[in-house]
């Protein structure tokens, strides 16, 4: 007995002191609500027939299905379907909190007031204290004498002061007499502001931006982004530098599905500064992806400033040739020219791929940035039709065609028209189960009609070209598995595979050539003379050599944490050399370019040990004792969660380019960023770019700070990070569409 009563005390303990709802019941039963039933619980219950009211306290809850209101005291009229509530009130709205002292509201409707209140929303994280807020409607608030902020701290490190505001959700919050307060102090005050308290895309200033300028001087940046609707936004950008004047930017984006996505963006100064190329300096600048009816895709490129110096000027902050660069490669596959080239190239393509072959349509637009840059001829249109290997029955050959059109324009001097046909005869088949063979000859045809204007130059002593080509091929791979089992799923393949590839192309002359394209002529610069020959970079003629290469793989299968096969390249390397039978071939300048009997040893790796490293190297070594023509190497490290990387890369051309890039971002603490980036050439021994970047964000609020040094220009610049309000880096980006 006595342990029995051991027993039962704690348990009666427990029962005492945990309390539990004495009585849940269905309110309006015999109603049918849209959002379902309405269940009410409490410590204590009463039903008051003669008032037909509820009357609850003590853990008092209301639901139906997802919003739920909690008080310590409740009366619920019966008819009218209103509740009275005290004491800890809190009304949830789906990611939506409402609390407050006490207050009121229509069940059904869901709208009433709430005293000394809060209401905080999840999504934007935005708190609205105020002495008394109204729901009037499904997503719309009213407050009197309101703080609106984004912070969670007490005081806020900011906030607005309003005495009347109007919320919508996923909207704006309109504020009357407000005033802007840091800490709790009031820094300035408007008539009215308006707040963007969206989830989605948001109208509204994104980051401004202060900077200082050796060459522009001081400039505030202070764009304004308008979300048009969920398939088109807008930024206009305001820039003002102290020493060059006003500049006005505007972009315009759409995206209306996966595959068809395009920007535009045009910007203009009346440059007052001494030394300036033109008082009226612009750049316009447009991108397109877009998809077609029956298969047809179109492509198109804008790339047109003013003046050569345009692009160095103004290379910073919201409108700078890097940043769209950048962007431009994240979100359509292709970049911009560096600002180096002289000669900026605006395009248009339309393409209809089949399964056998492409049809294009393009045209070229080329813009020399000043008098010393040669003029290359305008392509409009160019016309193009290739075809892949058309079988020729159940044999082992096949058939290629490849022919265009191509009309070539200019303001003045030589234009006219080139027709080039190449049919090719293509044979592939194993030899002896061992070896693949992989023969090509063609024919090319190019005809030419030439005009003139403003020239008194002899048309008649250009005249067609007829050639052939011969290209050979022999390889045999081989592969060896490393660690495989009979129950393992995971193993290391190696596939190496040696080839030997001879090239014959018929010679012509140059001077028999209109000077319409540069590629009619060859293939080889001053800086590849001694390459070797690459597949699929082959010369148009005037090549009699042989190719051989090595080519190693090592990939990787095994299976991931779910059990779905996984295949990954862990290495990748390709060792080439060509020997010549000739001692010149043609280059694209038309001129005869004399290179060794035995070109370079050119080696390609790419290594990817782990996710987190990838090592490429590219290397061209000379076998005469002249060294290396060309070296690339390219480190990257970053850790899984992607937040620290480091991105090295040194480049050398032999008498062209030494050059090496680096780039180092730290996420460091949780408050504090750090990035620094370098670009330095060792020809001048002069550094091309210096950069370093400090952010520092709290929960709501942050700065961030770049010191550029360029050999160009100076600069630093300045940013507040407003999470919320203002955009912490760069505008909306619309969906990535299809490349």
């Known amino acids: 007995m006595k342990k029995r009563l ?69 009366k619920v009229h019966a008819p009218t379907k209103i509740a009275h509530i005290q004491g800890n009130v809190v009304m949830v709205l789906g990611d939506d909190i409402l609390t407050g002292k006490t207050g009121q509201f229509n069940l059904v409707t869901q709208c009433g007031e709430v005293t000394d209140a809060r209401l905080f929303m999840r999504r934007n994280h935005f708190h609205i204290n105020s002495a008394l807020i109204r729901k009037t409607g499904d997503n719309t608030f009213y407050a009197e004498k309101s703080v609106v902020t984004t ?7 900011w906030s607005f002061y309003t005495r009347e505001l109007n919320v919508t959700l996923d909207g704006y919050a309109t504020g009357k ?52 609707n969920n398939h088109m936004d807008a930024t206009l950008y305001q820039m003002v530098a102290n ?12 995206a209306w599905n996966r595959d068809s996505a395009g920007m535009a963006r045009f910007s203009y100064i009346s440059d007052h500064k001494h030394g300036s190329p033109t008082p009226h300096r612009y750049w316009g600048a447009a991108i397109m992806n877009h998809a077609l009816p029956r298969d047809w895709v179109a492509r198109g490129t804008l790339d047109i400033p003013s003046d050569t110096q345009y692009l160095y000027d103004f290379n910073f902050g919201y409108l700078g040739l890097d940043r769209l660069s950048r962007a431009w490669a994240d979100d359509y596959g292709r970049s911009l020219e560096q600002f180096e080239v002289g000669t900026r190239v605006s395009s248009l393509l339309l393409q209809r791929l089949f399964s056998q072959g492409s049809l294009n349509f393009f045209g070229n637009y080329y813009r020399p940035l000043g008098p010393s840059v040669p003029h290359t001829l305008h392509k409009a249109p160019t016309l193009q039709a290739a075809t892949l290997k058309l079988p020729l029955g159940g044999s082992p050959l096949s058939l290629l065609l490849d022919t265009s059109y191509t009309h070539y324009y200019q303001n003045y001097g030589l234009s006219g028209q080139r027709l080039d046909f190449h049919p090719k005869l293509n044979l592939s088949t194993r030899l002896l189960d061992a070896v693949d063979l992989d023969a090509t000859t063609g024919w090319r045809g190019t005809g030419y009609r030439v005009d003139s204007y403003a020239t008194a130059e002899d048309l008649n002593k250009y005249q067609g070209r007829s050639l052939y080509d011969v290209k050979t091929s022999l390889s045999s791979p081989f592969f060896r598995d490393w660690g495989r089992t009979a129950t393992g799923s995971g193993f290391v393949r190696h596939i190496w595979t040696p080839r ?26 001053s800086v590849t003379k001694n390459y070797p020959i690459f597949d699929g970079q082959e010369p148009i003629g005037g090549v009699n050599a042989a190719t051989y290469s090595v080519t190693h793989h090592f990939i990787r299968r095994s299976r991931t944490a779910t059990g779905l096969p996984q295949v990954r390249e862990l290495f990748w390397s390709r ?39 990838s090592l490429g190297l590219n290397g061209g070594l000379s076998p005469y004792k002249e060294g290396f023509s060309q070296v690339d190497v390219r480190l990257l490290l970053q850790d899984s969660a992607k937040r620290h990387f480091l991105n090295l890369d040194y480049v050398y051309y032999k008498n062209y380019a030494n050059q090496i890039n680096s780039e180092l971002f730290l996420d460091l603490f949780r408050s504090v960023k750090v990035g620094l980036s370098n670009q330095h050439t060792f020809v001048s021994g002069k550094k091309l770019e210096n950069k370093y970047r400090l952010i520092f964000q709290r929960q709501c609020w942050g700065v961030a700070l770049t010191f550029a040094d360029r050999n160009y220009d100076r600069y630093v610049s300045f940013s507040i990070i407003i999470p919320g309000l203002i955009e912490k880096s760069q505008a909306p980006r619309m969906q990535q569409p299809a490349s």
């Open 6 to 74: 051991a027993f039962l005390v704690p348990v009666l303990w427990l029962i005492l002191i945990i309390p539990v709802w004495a009585a849940e019941i269905e309110l309006f039963k015999h109603e049918v609500f849209e959002g379902g039933p309405y269940i009410l619980k409490a410590d204590t219950l009463t039903y008051h027939a003669a008032t037909q009211t509820y009357e609850a306290v003590g853990r008092v809850e209301i639901r139906q299905a997802d919003r739920r209101l909690t008080a310590d005291y409740m």
């Open 500 to 525: 030997v590839t001879y090239y014959n192309y018929a010679n012509f002359s140059v001077n028999r050539i209109p000077p319409f394209d540069p590629f009619d002529y060859g293939w080889q610069t």
């Open 177 to 228: 007499a407000a005033s802007l307060r840091l800490g709790s102090v009031p820094v300035a005050f408007v008539p009215a502001a308006v707040l963007p308290v969206k989830t989605t895309r948001q109208s509204g200033f994104l980051m401004p931006i202060y900077s200082q300028h050796r060459a522009a001087g001081t400039v505030v940046e202070l764009p304004f982004y308008w979300a048009i």
């Open 243 to 254: 020493q060059r004047g006003y500049l006005q930017g505007g972009e315009y984006r759409y």
């Open 151 to 157: 912070c969670d701290a007490h005081p806020p490190a």
């Open 575 to 613: 060792l080439t050399q060509s020997v010549f039978f000739n001692s010149s071939s043609y280059g694209l300048d038309g001129v005869p370019h004399p290179h060794r009997r035995v070109s370079d040893i050119f080696l390609e790796t790419l290594s990817m040990p782990t996710e987190n490293i």
